[in-house]
């Protein structure tokens, strides 16, 4: 009987180790059958390649010269960093709250598995207990979840659960085997989404405390790691109460890991949230016009690298690294600056049409049916249009709703309606400024509007406006360098006719500003200093239209530019962006150097891509671009020049400054234009639209709605003592330079009249 009972045990013994063995077979059949996806049934799996090298979607980054962030591109905001940036008790609260066994196991862990199967069998996810971290890491970065991955029966639902967590599974023992620990968590901290599309530890501690991850503490790194199990549930911005829930819960499980002491415990369970929640975005960040005007020219340069070096770069998911000519320093400045002056200039637009609409014709009278026109020309109205129709489109437009609105004093919520907030801003003067390195080309700032978020347009390189009198240097400089004129040559104040070309009737002769001619002889360092319109009328008719085009589209001016008479007041639309450069020609010895934007661009692991250059000719001689700098600086320096009023911001002292002044017919358009050995800055203000402005010269001058703003900026420049590059001094005069005058010397009551050019002009107007 004995015998008996023994081999019945043995026998169920040996059945057990059988099904044991059978079973393990079986099941390292089906860990093959997954990893080789048999007939299809599973889905494929990541190549060795992949799993080397994983790969996952990391923002561009713009990168100032002066190594700050100035921005990014991305479609998920993530940026990696390492484990030695990390705050300690935020490992401490992820392995307490996530894997506390993470150090012990090899990507698997038995009672995390039990408990898993346990779940996915019951159909109660929540008491599976989760997977290793390993194996989230392994579900982020590989995607192993998507239809990418999805074989035959990836439409089973229990079925396709299983096989994905066998995947991840397989990937997690691999992934165990090629990178250390530290390595997976940080793949985890820096795939992990923190909701509000932000990625990554580094982008939530900025996003959500305005830290370094390094600085985070206790309870900010509890928040964070509470996020991780729902990033939207867990909301801390939405909803801070279950926040707050979360976050307690990640402290009581430190406490149970012993990773923090009952007192400290209590302590941290007292405090607030402390969220200090800052959204990155396009919108946000420093130089967000020079952000939007870079990201074409980078996609550019993206396709044709690709297409030269046979790559698959992306300048939103690869990582780039791109290092801009951009000083954060300066361009905290050029915007403060920006600000400061369109506050003020905004506050006398509003007292100065008090009661009024600023849309007014050539005659000073309300333009009918503008607000009409604008708002049939709004991209909203022409999609509505096209989506509902004419009429529908129109109530659509006319029906009021909440919404936030630009203001100077901050952003405010209103009730409006589409066409209401059309007319209210275009109550609004816009702006374009920017700052150049004339020495290599290199742009240090760049303002490009009011507000982004609220007024996308760039008036720095995408708009274009009339000059006005910023233009008259190109006019005295072709006759400087075609030696009708030198620096001390005289010219009289007085009417300059011009009259039509092919003998058709009519004449023009223009006025300056003042409506009157003082007969008195200038000085080309007079005349242009007090921007005397009809000196520069009598160069252009000497020199002819079509030489002042010449020598303006030879020194960066590369708008198209009308050869007719009234160009020498500036009639052509060009941009703050060609200025700046085409200025920088004077300062450079005679040498025309392009704005340049990058210095190089490297892949998301440093490593050098491209690396670009200055482009310089030299267009002038060093003579004549010094000439002009000495007639230029009589805005600034001599009695009567339109610059004077930089004296009481006390940038001139110890310093030479030359400048130009712009005003538009109606005073449309106010520019400056300033330069110094070192820095060529410019700037336009003005309303979105040529028939809105102010109706003096009082206001609507260059010299009082642009050139404070300048003004400010250097005042702010030479302030800062680490700018020692950008600090006071004289231009760089040619070694062998002594003022030529040709041998003749002048009367000052006499007048100088260069010799007549008889080239074949064409029209005239």
């Known amino acids: 009987m004995i015998e008996l009972q023994r081999g019945k045990y043995q026998r169920i013994i040996v059945n057990i180790w059988r099904l044991a063995a059978i079973s393990l077979a079986l099941f390292a059949f089906y860990i093959f059958a997954v990893s080789v996806n048999l007939f299809w049934l599973f889905g494929g799996m990541p190549d060795l390649k992949t799993l080397e090298n994983p790969k996952n979607e990391l923002a561009s980054e713009l990168i100032s010269e002066d190594g700050k962030s100035l921005g990014k591109y991305f479609l998920e905001n993530r940026a990696p960093i390492e484990f030695d940036q990390v705050s300690p008790r935020l490992i401490e609260a992820l392995l307490a709250t996530e894997d506390a066994r993470f150090i012990k196991h090899s990507g698997i862990d038995v009672r995390s598995l039990g408990r898993a199967v346990t779940g996915v069998m019951t159909g109660k996810s929540s008491s599976g207990g989760g997977s290793t971290l390993t194996q989230q890491t392994a579900k982020n970065l590989f995607e192993t979840r998507t239809e990418k991955y999805r ?8 079925v396709r659960t299983i096989i994905a967590k066998t995947k991840e599974w397989i990937l997690s023992v691999i992934l165990e085997r090629k990178y250390t620990k530290r390595e997976i968590l940080m793949m985890y901290l820096n795939t992990n989404s923190f909701g509000n599309n932000t990625y990554g530890i580094k982008v939530a501690a900025r996003t959500y405390f305005n830290k370094d991850a390094w600085n985070l503490d206790v309870h900010e790194a509890a928040l964070l790691v509470g996020m991780l199990q729902n990033p939207t549930f867990w909301n801390p911005v939405r909803f801070p109460e279950r926040a707050l829930l979360r976050r307690n819960t990640v402290l009581s499980q430190m406490v149970k890991y012993d990773f923090l002491g009952e007192e400290q415990y209590q302590a941290y369970k007292a405090r607030p949230l402390d969220v200090n929640f800052t959204l990155e975005s396009h919108n946000t960040g420093p130089a967000p016009y020079f952000r939007e005007s870079l990201k074409s020219t980078l996609k550019s340069w993206v396709e044709q690298y690709n297409e030269d070096n046979d790559t698959d ?35 006398l637009f509003f007292d100065h049409w008090k009661g009024r609409d ?44 909440k919404m936030k609105v630009f203001s100077w004093d901050g952003e405010k919520e209103v009730t409006m309606s589409p066409i209401d907030s059309i007319r209210y801003y275009k109550h609004f003067l816009r702006t374009g400024f920017m700052s150049m390195d004339p020495r290599n080309g290199h742009v240090k700032a760049w303002v490009g509007g ?4 609220h007024f996308k347009y760039d008036h720095v390189r995408q708009g274009k406006r009339q000059p006005g009198s910023t233009f008259k240097p190109f006019v005295y400089v072709s006759a400087l360098d075609k030696n009708f004129l030198t620096p001390c040559s005289h010219v009289t104040d007085q009417p300059i006719t011009f009259t039509l070309a092919d003998g058709v009737p009519g004449s ?10 003082s007969y008195q002889s200038l000085s080309l360092r007079q005349a242009i200093g007090q921007s005397v319109n009809t000196v520069s009328a009598f160069i252009m008719k000497q020199v002819k239209p079509n030489t002042v085009v010449e020598y303006a589209h030879k020194l960066g001016i590369t708008s198209k530019l009308d050869a007719k008479p009234a160009l020498c007041l500036g009639t052509s639309d060009v941009s703050v962006y060609e200025m700046v450069g085409a200025y920088c020609s004077f300062v450079n010895g005679g040498y025309r150097t392009e704005p340049m934007t990058i210095l190089r661009i490297e892949d998301r692991y440093g490593n050098l891509l491209q690396e670009f250059f200055p482009k310089a000719n030299q267009e002038l001689s060093s003579t004549v671009a010094y000439n002009m700098l000495y007639i230029m600086r009589g805005a600034v320096e001599d009695p009567g020049g339109t610059a004077q009023r930089l004296h009481s911001f006390g940038i001139t002292k110890d310093n030479e400054i030359a400048a130009k002044t712009g005003t538009t017919s109606n005073y449309s358009d106010g520019w400056f234009m300033g330069m110094t050995h070192n820095l060529v800055s410019g700037l336009w203000v003005g309303g979105e639209d040529r028939s809105i402005h102010f109706r003096t010269i009082a206001y609507g001058q260059g010299a009082r709605i642009a050139m404070p703003a300048w003004a400010m900026y250097m005042q702010k420049v030479y302030a800062d003592p680490s700018l020692v590059q950008y600090q006071k001094g004289a231009f760089n005069k040619p070694a ?9 010397y002048f009367d000052p009551n006499d007048t100088y009249v260069a010799p007549s050019v008889s080239d074949d002009e064409g029209a005239l107007f």
């Open 450 to 453: 009011i507000n982004f978020r």
């Open 508 to 517: 023009w002769t223009p006025k300056n500003s003042t409506g009157r001619y």
């Open 736 to 744: 062998d330079y002594k003022l030529d005058c040709g041998g003749v």
């Open 358 to 401: 600023p849309w007014i014709d050539e005659e000073g009278k309300p333009m009918k049916g503008f607000i009409e026109r604008a708002i049939r020309n709004s991209p909203r109205y022409i999609s509505l249009k096209r989506e509902l129709g004419e009429e529908e489109a129109m109530k659509v437009m006319r029906t009021p709703y």
């Open 151 to 158: 074989g035959l029966l990836g439409d089973v639902p229990l």
């Open 313 to 347: 770069f992306d300048l939103y998911t690869s990582g780039l690294r791109i290092y801009t000519t951009i000083d954060s320093r300066m361009q905290r400045y050029a915007e403060e600056a920006v600000k400061e002056h369109m506050k003020q200039q905004q506050q």
